[in-house]
């Protein structure tokens, strides 16, 4: 099982993922050169982390930071933009349909001679800390090589990430901007959010759920609460236990855990589905006397998910929602 980190500050802090499946993608599709109005919209300036980038014409070479996120591509018809990804760990099956990802790298935060050799004109990332510049690529290597940069989730450096579903809605309207498709852009928001009020629709429970989401990593507990964790948590009518700690994730105890009783857990895992067998059972084992424990009620999260953010969100909603209320 592979590791890897997440963090709003820089890419060598700790938070533990997974390789995933994303079901139901069509066939890879290729970017337009003009909106999907027939008319000419360029150049356009979209902001990401506070820098503003211009944008002359779709981007023909985009480098992903993580190869998930692929889907959210697919879905505005532009996947062919695609020339491959970092965080390569995190690979699907059904990937090598997506025949243009060549540049590839299993690095998080990818090299600085891997970046310019891929010489993209767009690093769509899923965190800022990805060009942290610390023995990796920076963000002034990417101007240099010509490249943009958009973070997916508003993940950056020193700033706490949105907690709401809205965030994949703003992304998925920001992307349709950089490549000219704002009607294929709305279409899919229009989508994204009747899937997210159908999963919302699964929890009848009468009285409102509290849920922690965690994970287990070298013997440590993690309670997870910014991003997109809360943002699940948050679209199914749940409140997230630790959503006041301090930053995106933190340790504690399980003693804290315990003492915080959520009524449901949900375990983020890395691998396979017998590795998120084993995270639930290591979690019940460690939370026993938990309701959620004594109730059956702890289930796992795919975080390669949350590595892909942008649709694959949802998909993590929908998951999440089938698991907690039943499909």
């Known amino acids: 099982m592979k590791i890897a980190v997440r963090t ?3 890419a060598a802090a700790t938070i533990l993922l997974l ?3 994303a079901s139901g993608q069509a066939e890879p599709t290729a970017a337009g050169t003009e909106t999907d109005s027939g008319t000419s919209a360029y150049p356009v300036t979209v902001a990401s982390c506070g820098v503003d980038y211009t944008y002359d014409a779709p981007p023909e070479r985009v480098l992903l930071g993580a190869p998930g996120v692929i889907a959210t591509l697919d879905a505005l018809g532009v996947a062919d933009s695609a020339i491959g990804y970092t965080n390569g760990s995190y690979a699907f099956d059904g990937l090598d349909r997506f025949s243009g990802l060549t540049s590839n790298t299993d690095d998080y935060a990818p090299s600085r001679e891997f970046l310019i050799g891929a010489s993209p004109d767009l690093f769509l990332s899923n965190d800022q800390g990805q060009l942290g510049g610390q023995g990796s690529a920076s963000s002034d290597d990417l101007t240099a090589a010509g490249g943009n940069l958009y973070v997916l989730g508003e993940y950056c450096q020193n700033t706490p990430a949105p907690k709401t579903i809205d965030a994949v809605y703003t992304d998925v309207d920001n992307l349709g901007t950089i490549y000219g498709v704002p009607d294929k852009a709305a279409e899919v928001v229009t989508s994204l959010r009747d899937r997210v009020t159908a999963a919302r629709a699964k929890n009848t429970d009468s ?16 309670a997870l609460s910014g991003s997109y964790y809360s943002a699940v948590v948050d679209a199914l009518g749940m409140t997230n236990e630790f959503a006041d700690i301090d930053g995106n994730f933190a340790e504690i105890t399980p003693e804290a855990a315990l003492s915080a009783a959520p009524d449901v857990v949900l375990v983020q895992y890395a691998g396979s589905e017998a ?7 290591d979690i019940s084992a460690l939370l026993a006397n ?3 424990v004594r109730n059956s009620r702890v289930y796992p999260q795919n975080e390669a998910d949350f590595q892909a953010a942008g649709v694959r969100i949802v998909d993590a ?3 999440t929602a089938d698991n907690v209320f039943g499909k």
């Open 8 to 10: 709003g500050t820089c």
């Open 19 to 21: 390789s995933a499946c």
């Open 207 to 222: 009285a409102p759920l509290s849920a922690a989401v965690v994970q287990s990593f070298d013997g440590k507990l993690y």
């Open 275 to 281: 590795d998120a067998a084993a995270a639930v059972t």
């Open 290 to 292: 938990s309701p959620a």
């Open 317 to 319: 909603i929908e998951n």
